[in-house]
């Protein structure tokens, strides 16, 4: 499957450029058997499956498809389809004009589209023949390339989304594991590791949506906690730093300060007093 990016910078570079030439459209029945055998076409291809299900082989990954799919397959890709479900095809195809950008050389594949000014253009486009005359073919030039420029721009707005709704359930993700073992945490490369991300993505990510770095979230949670035994326990300073997770009672009597305004001694004889 494609990285969506190789296709934004497409859709930028395109948007720019004179249209894309529309080759010819096709819109066929799709039975459960036999099998599409594997093949490649010239020119880009745009397969929309207004009903059924199934799925397609691409550079030997396999993707699922459904009702309202579409797959972008660029020129000579080679690809197959098997249908679960009886459905139909609407297919476009499109070239590059002598000098335009070429196109990404991965498919790209699009779960739901919802827009009902698309679907029209699919519709139209599927049911076009080849031959043409001259307004024609412009027309449809224009029609292809608004239609899969929004494909692109639609693809590219869910792999945002989906990007975003990831990063969000890893920092809830990465708090939790910090809340249960914040007293025995080594490194950020440990958090990151638990929640699937890099350390320098997590720490952009927990900075950009909590407002505070990770540093500072486990610190709090440390002090908090040492607050909590200084106040209800008889501990000496070096335990509590240790239940804590300072490496030593020096430590967390100078970060205490800082955090507090105050020393760890001080604080438990003021609440006590």
């Known amino acids: 499957m494609a990285k969506a990016s190789h296709w934004a910078k497409f ?5 720019a450029r004179p249209p894309l030439v529309f080759v010819h459209g096709m819109r066929h ?11 490649a076409h010239a020119e880009l291809e745009i397969v929309y499956h207004p009903v059924g299900c199934g799925a397609t082989t691409v550079d030997g990954c396999t993707v699922e498809f459904g009702e309202g799919s579409a797959m972008i397959h660029p020129p000579r890709q080679e ?3 098997i249908m679960e479900t009886e459905g139909e095809d609407l297919c476009v195809k499109i070239a590059a004009p002598r000098g335009g950008p070429a196109f990404p050389r991965e498919c790209l594949f699009v779960p739901h589209i919802d827009d009902p000014a698309l679907i029209e253009d699919l519709r139209l486009l599927a049911g076009v023949g080849a031959a043409l005359q001259p307004a024609g073919q ?11 420029l929004s494909l692109v721009e639609l693809a590219c707005r869910n792999r945002d989304h989906e ?3 990831r990063a969000e359930r890893c920092v809830t993700q990465a708090e939790e594991y910090l809340r249960e073992r914040f007293a025995t945490v080594e490194s950020l490369r440990e958090v990151a590791e638990a929640v699937g991300l890099s350390t320098d993505y997590l720490r952009h990510e927990f900075r950009r949506q909590r407002g505070c770095s990770l540093i500072d ?7 908090d906690r040492a607050r909590t035994l200084l106040v209800h326990s008889r501990l000496p300073l070096k335990q509590i730093a240790t239940l ?12 205490f300060q800082r955090r507090t305004l105050t020393t760890p001694a001080r604080y438990r004889a003021k609440a006590g007093a």
């Open 79 to 81: 690809h197959d389809q």
């Open 138 to 148: 412009a027309l449809c030039n224009l029609r292809a390339t608004t239609a899969l």
């Open 11 to 15: 859709l930028e570079r395109q948007a």
């Open 217 to 223: 979230y486990v610190t709090t949670l440390r002090v």
């Open 244 to 255: 804590c997770g300072f490496r030593d009672e020096y430590y967390f009597s100078r970060v």
């Open 29 to 39: 029945a799709t039975p459960v058997q036999p099998r599409c055998p594997i093949h």
């Open 163 to 165: 990007q975003a709704s």
